[in-house]
Protein backbone atom coordinates (compact mmCIF):
# COMPACT_ATOMS: atom_id res chain seq x y z
CA UNK A 1 0.00 0.00 0.00
CA UNK A 2 2.77 2.60 0.86
CA UNK A 3 4.23 1.68 -2.43
CA UNK A 4 0.84 2.89 -4.34
CA UNK A 5 0.97 6.40 -2.29
CA UNK A 6 4.80 6.75 -2.86
CA UNK A 7 4.25 5.92 -6.57
CA UNK A 8 1.72 8.51 -6.94
CA UNK A 9 3.28 11.16 -4.73
CA UNK A 10 6.26 11.01 -7.77
CA UNK A 11 3.73 11.21 -10.66
CA UNK A 12 2.10 14.39 -8.64
CA UNK A 13 5.26 16.00 -7.78
CA UNK A 14 6.52 15.55 -11.81
CA UNK A 15 3.89 17.30 -12.90
CA UNK A 16 4.72 20.04 -10.45
CA UNK A 17 8.01 20.46 -12.47
CA UNK A 18 6.13 20.81 -15.57
CA UNK A 19 5.71 24.15 -16.98
CA UNK A 20 2.46 25.82 -16.90
CA UNK A 21 0.65 24.73 -20.56
CA UNK A 22 -2.52 25.37 -19.36
CA UNK A 23 -1.30 29.09 -20.53
CA UNK A 24 -0.60 28.35 -23.59
CA UNK A 25 -3.29 26.80 -26.46
CA UNK A 26 -2.38 29.79 -28.79
CA UNK A 27 -1.22 27.58 -31.36
CA UNK A 28 -4.15 25.09 -31.42
CA UNK A 29 -6.20 27.34 -32.75
CA UNK A 30 -9.91 28.04 -31.38
CA UNK A 31 -12.91 25.86 -30.64
CA UNK A 32 -13.96 23.07 -28.96
CA UNK A 33 -10.62 20.93 -29.03
CA UNK A 34 -8.28 24.08 -27.68
CA UNK A 35 -11.06 24.88 -24.94
CA UNK A 36 -10.67 21.00 -24.14
CA UNK A 37 -6.98 20.59 -24.10
CA UNK A 38 -6.74 24.20 -22.35
CA UNK A 39 -6.95 22.62 -18.59
CA UNK A 40 -5.60 19.06 -19.70
CA UNK A 41 -2.16 20.45 -20.19
CA UNK A 42 -2.00 22.23 -17.12
CA UNK A 43 -0.87 20.41 -14.27
CA UNK A 44 -1.91 23.43 -12.21
CA UNK A 45 -5.12 22.84 -13.56
CA UNK A 46 -5.15 19.46 -13.78
CA UNK A 47 -4.69 18.42 -10.17
CA UNK A 48 -7.15 21.05 -8.44
CA UNK A 49 -9.38 19.20 -10.45
CA UNK A 50 -8.97 15.60 -9.87
CA UNK A 51 -8.68 17.04 -5.85
CA UNK A 52 -12.19 18.11 -6.40
CA UNK A 53 -13.50 14.84 -7.52
CA UNK A 54 -11.92 13.27 -4.47
CA UNK A 55 -13.09 15.53 -1.78
CA UNK A 56 -16.25 14.77 -3.53
CA UNK A 57 -15.93 10.89 -3.18
CA UNK A 58 -14.50 11.38 0.32
CA UNK A 59 -17.81 13.12 1.08
CA UNK A 60 -19.78 10.76 -0.34
CA UNK A 61 -23.76 11.61 -1.51
CA UNK A 62 -24.64 14.43 -2.22
CA UNK A 63 -20.92 16.50 -2.37
CA UNK A 64 -19.79 13.41 -4.69
CA UNK A 65 -21.86 14.71 -7.45
CA UNK A 66 -22.45 18.35 -6.13
CA UNK A 67 -19.40 19.45 -5.73
CA UNK A 68 -18.73 18.20 -9.29
CA UNK A 69 -21.53 19.84 -10.50
CA UNK A 70 -20.54 23.43 -8.88
CA UNK A 71 -17.14 23.70 -9.68
CA UNK A 72 -17.77 23.60 -13.85
CA UNK A 73 -21.15 25.95 -13.55
CA UNK A 74 -19.07 28.63 -11.54
CA UNK A 75 -16.06 27.87 -13.53
CA UNK A 76 -17.95 29.21 -16.65
CA UNK A 77 -19.24 32.23 -14.81
CA UNK A 78 -15.49 33.10 -13.82
CA UNK A 79 -14.03 32.45 -17.40
CA UNK A 80 -17.25 35.11 -18.48
CA UNK A 81 -15.52 37.70 -16.11
CA UNK A 82 -12.23 36.88 -17.67
CA UNK A 83 -13.95 37.63 -21.41
CA UNK A 84 -15.22 40.40 -20.77
CA UNK A 85 -11.91 41.82 -19.41
CA UNK A 86 -12.65 42.05 -15.67
CA UNK A 87 -9.34 42.36 -13.39
CA UNK A 88 -9.35 39.65 -10.91
CA UNK A 89 -5.84 39.90 -8.20
CA UNK A 90 -4.26 36.69 -7.80
CA UNK A 91 -5.22 34.47 -9.75
CA UNK A 92 -2.67 32.17 -10.36
CA UNK A 93 -2.09 32.60 -6.45
CA UNK A 94 -5.81 31.24 -6.11
CA UNK A 95 -5.32 28.27 -8.31
CA UNK A 96 -2.27 26.93 -6.80
CA UNK A 97 -4.15 27.85 -3.36
CA UNK A 98 -7.11 25.84 -5.00
CA UNK A 99 -4.35 22.46 -5.08
CA UNK A 100 -2.84 22.87 -1.72
CA UNK A 101 -6.29 23.66 -0.12
CA UNK A 102 -8.46 21.08 -1.87
CA UNK A 103 -5.32 18.33 -1.17
CA UNK A 104 -5.14 19.17 2.14
CA UNK A 105 -8.86 18.60 2.86
CA UNK A 106 -8.87 14.45 1.22
CA UNK A 107 -5.37 14.49 3.38
CA UNK A 108 -6.73 15.45 6.32
CA UNK A 109 -10.29 14.00 5.90
CA UNK A 110 -12.03 17.18 6.30
CA UNK A 111 -15.51 16.89 6.64
CA UNK A 112 -17.55 20.36 6.54
CA UNK A 113 -20.67 21.13 5.54
CA UNK A 114 -22.07 20.53 2.27
CA UNK A 115 -22.02 24.34 1.91
CA UNK A 116 -19.04 25.48 2.87
CA UNK A 117 -17.63 22.56 0.73
CA UNK A 118 -19.53 24.21 -2.34
CA UNK A 119 -18.50 27.64 -1.19
CA UNK A 120 -14.99 26.59 -1.11
CA UNK A 121 -14.77 24.77 -4.41
CA UNK A 122 -16.76 27.72 -6.04
CA UNK A 123 -14.26 30.60 -4.88
CA UNK A 124 -11.48 28.53 -6.29
CA UNK A 125 -13.53 27.45 -9.74
CA UNK A 126 -13.52 31.31 -10.62
CA UNK A 127 -10.01 31.58 -10.58
CA UNK A 128 -9.52 28.64 -12.64
CA UNK A 129 -12.25 29.97 -15.03
CA UNK A 130 -10.85 33.45 -15.28
CA UNK A 131 -7.17 32.06 -16.29
CA UNK A 132 -9.25 30.14 -19.17
CA UNK A 133 -11.41 33.36 -19.96
CA UNK A 134 -8.65 35.75 -20.09
CA UNK A 135 -6.96 33.70 -22.59
CA UNK A 136 -9.27 32.40 -24.45
CA UNK A 137 -8.16 32.80 -28.44
CA UNK A 138 -9.17 35.74 -30.65
CA UNK A 139 -10.23 33.42 -33.55
CA UNK A 140 -12.44 30.81 -31.63
CA UNK A 141 -15.71 30.68 -30.28
CA UNK A 142 -16.43 31.89 -26.67
CA UNK A 143 -19.03 29.20 -26.12
CA UNK A 144 -17.66 26.28 -28.13
CA UNK A 145 -13.96 26.68 -26.34
CA UNK A 146 -16.02 27.36 -23.28
CA UNK A 147 -17.64 23.99 -24.26
CA UNK A 148 -14.52 22.25 -24.56
CA UNK A 149 -12.65 23.29 -20.73
CA UNK A 150 -15.72 22.44 -18.77
CA UNK A 151 -16.17 18.72 -20.74
CA UNK A 152 -12.31 18.19 -20.45
CA UNK A 153 -12.98 19.62 -16.35
CA UNK A 154 -15.86 16.91 -15.72
CA UNK A 155 -13.54 14.39 -17.10
CA UNK A 156 -10.65 15.58 -14.58
CA UNK A 157 -12.96 15.15 -11.98
CA UNK A 158 -14.84 11.95 -13.22
CA UNK A 159 -10.94 11.21 -12.60
CA UNK A 160 -10.56 11.98 -8.73
CA UNK A 161 -13.87 10.64 -8.18
CA UNK A 162 -12.48 7.41 -9.87
CA UNK A 163 -9.89 7.66 -8.06
CA UNK A 164 -11.96 8.33 -4.80
CA UNK A 165 -13.82 5.04 -4.84
CA UNK A 166 -11.41 3.49 -3.51
CA UNK A 167 -12.41 5.22 0.23
CA UNK A 168 -14.94 2.03 0.73
CA UNK A 169 -11.21 0.06 1.66
CA UNK A 170 -8.89 0.94 4.59
CA UNK A 171 -6.13 0.28 2.08
CA UNK A 172 -8.21 2.52 -0.25
CA UNK A 173 -8.99 5.30 2.24
CA UNK A 174 -5.55 5.80 3.00
CA UNK A 175 -4.22 5.77 -0.44
CA UNK A 176 -7.19 8.58 -0.97
CA UNK A 177 -5.83 10.81 1.70
CA UNK A 178 -2.19 10.11 0.14
CA UNK A 179 -3.21 11.49 -3.15
CA UNK A 180 -4.50 14.65 -1.31
CA UNK A 181 -1.46 15.08 0.40
CA UNK A 182 0.38 14.66 -2.93
CA UNK A 183 -1.85 17.52 -4.72
CA UNK A 184 -1.67 19.14 -1.82
CA UNK A 185 2.13 19.31 -1.77
CA UNK A 186 2.13 19.98 -5.30
CA UNK A 187 0.22 23.01 -4.81
CA UNK A 188 2.67 24.14 -2.30
CA UNK A 189 5.35 24.11 -5.60
CA UNK A 190 2.77 25.95 -7.79
CA UNK A 191 2.10 28.57 -5.16
CA UNK A 192 5.92 29.11 -4.82
CA UNK A 193 6.20 29.94 -8.41
CA UNK A 194 2.66 32.17 -8.38
CA UNK A 195 4.19 34.46 -6.00
Known sequence: MPSIARALFCLLTAFAALPAF???TE???G???AGFMHPLLGPDHVVAMVAVGLWGAFLGAPALWVLPVVFPLV???GGV????GIPLPGVEVGIALSAVLLGGMVAFAVRPPLWVAGLLVAVFAVFHGHAHGTELPHESSPLVYSLGFVVATGM????GIGFGALVQSPAGRVAVRAAG???SVVGLFFLQGAM
Open 22 to 24: AHS
Open 27 to 29: HMG
Open 31 to 33: GFV
Open 75 to 77: MAM
Open 81 to 84: LGVL
Open 156 to 159: LHLA
Open 181 to 183: GAI
